[in-house]
């Protein structure tokens, strides 16, 4: 009898070991198979880099998400080394595979030099001085105001610059503001309010020069200005690429994306097809920049709103022959995007090797949804 009962409880234990085997081997697979799916997305990113959006755009919307998937994979490395796997390797092949891209995003060691700068530029989207905060607007226009006098930087390339009815921000107003002489450059678009918004490229040097690149049935604007910096001249690209305009359905979609609504698949259809045209409609711009770059006559700054990652064909064919401001005198997080929308950075700096950056910052002031970001220049010897 209790050979039989010890037989039955034998039974029962291998039925609850083997049935707690199986849950582990499901968890195992369903784990392993998300990580192959993250793994398959992280490599897409880096082959994003090389498609033309205009072709086809779906790959571009990985090269978005680049950080996000790496910090995914990376966890996906801690979890199955933790347990001693060694489908950890998988993850950490595919991280080694793009281990050049990380250095767009972080830089962990400074390469800036504690050096006298000949020229200091900084860059910055206002986001029409938080125009659509309400009151809150003029608190931001001044902080912003504030911030550029003291930086007291030679040259200003600003995006989203706007010009309401009765406002300081005129462009008289804005350099009496910022003190001393300024030489200025401005392309605006006027809306049916009769209010105007754009860019505007100030300079305490003298301008020789101003031109800008057509960007055909976009808002997107871009100017350059040939300014005269000491013995030299040298022309400044003041860029707005093409963004993805999402403000309408920042309360709708993103700030409540998990909430089941009716209406919420066609929502996210349209936030592709926004993400696919801001994509494309880039490639495009991008193009014409790039051209016009090349056929500069002066050493080159391009700096700017991108609307663009380090992952991405926009970046790829800016940055093709210049030099990249914050990697090759930044330190840390290069993120420069502070909105709605997961971080990233998008603000740039790029320039020719007739010059050097000694230093690169990032301030951190929350009065935009952007980060300005502030380059050092001397001469190249």
């Not at 070991?17 to 880096?46: M, P, Q």
């Not at 600003?158 to 003190?179: C, F, H, M, V, W």
């Not at 001249?233 to 707005?240: E, F, L, M, P």
Request: hydrophobic letters at 40%.
């Amino acid at each position: 009898m209790k050979a039989l009962q010890k037989k039955k409880k034998n039974s029962f234990s291998e039925k609850v070991r083997k049935k707690t085997e199986g849950i582990k081997n499901l968890v195992h697979r369903i784990v392993l198979i998300t990580n192959i799916v993250f793994v398959a997305a992280l490599l897409l990113s880096y082959l994003s880099v090389y498609i033309n959006p205009s072709a086809l755009a779906f790959p571009a919307l990985f090269g978005l998400a680049y950080p996000y998937l790496l910090l995914v994979n990376i966890l996906f490395v801690i979890f199955w080394v933790t347990l001693l796997k060694k489908e950890a390797l998988i993850s950490v092949a595919a991280i080694l595979l793009g281990i050049g891209y990380m250095h767009n995003f972080i830089r962990l060691t400074n390469h800036g030099e504690e050096v006298k700068p000949d020229i200091k530029l900084i860059s910055y989207n206002l986001r029409l001085f938080n125009y659509y905060e309400g009151n809150s607007a003029r608190h931001s226009e001044k902080k912003i105001l504030q911030m550029l006098k003291t930086e007291n930087p030679g040259i200003i390339c600003l995006q989203e610059y706007y010009i309401p009815e009765d406002r300081s921000t005129s462009e008289e107003n804005l350099k009496a503001a910022l003190g001393g002489t300024w030489h200025s450059h401005t392309k605006l678009i006027r809306n049916k309010n009769h209010r105007s918004y754009g860019i505007i490229t100030l300079s305490r040097y003298p301008v020789i020069n101003r031109g800008e690149i057509i960007h055909p049935n976009s808002s997107s604007l871009t100017i350059f200005t040939d300014i005269v910096a000491g013995k030299d001249t040298i022309r400044v690209y003041n860029s707005h690429l093409q963004s993805f305009h999402l403000r309408n359905l920042e309360s709708s979609l993103i700030g409540d994306i998990s909430a089941e609504q009716n209406g919420k698949l066609k929502d996210l259809g349209y936030f592709y097809k926004r993400l696919a045209n801001g994509f494309k409609n880039r490639s495009v711009q991008t193009a014409r920049l790039k051209k016009s770059v090349i056929s500069s006559p002066y050493p080159v700054i391009v700096a700017g709103d991108f609307n663009d990652t380090p992952i991405s064909y926009t970046y790829r064919k800016i940055h093709h022959g210049l030099n990249d401001g914050f990697v090759k005198a930044g330190y840390g997080a290069g993120f420069t995007y502070r909105g709605k929308y997961p971080p990233n950075r998008i603000d740039y700096v790029f320039y020719d090797d007739h010059l050097e950056c000694t230093d690169f910052d990032i301030i951190k002031v929350k009065y935009s949804d952007h980060y300005p970001v502030v380059a050092y220049f001397r001469e190249s010897h």
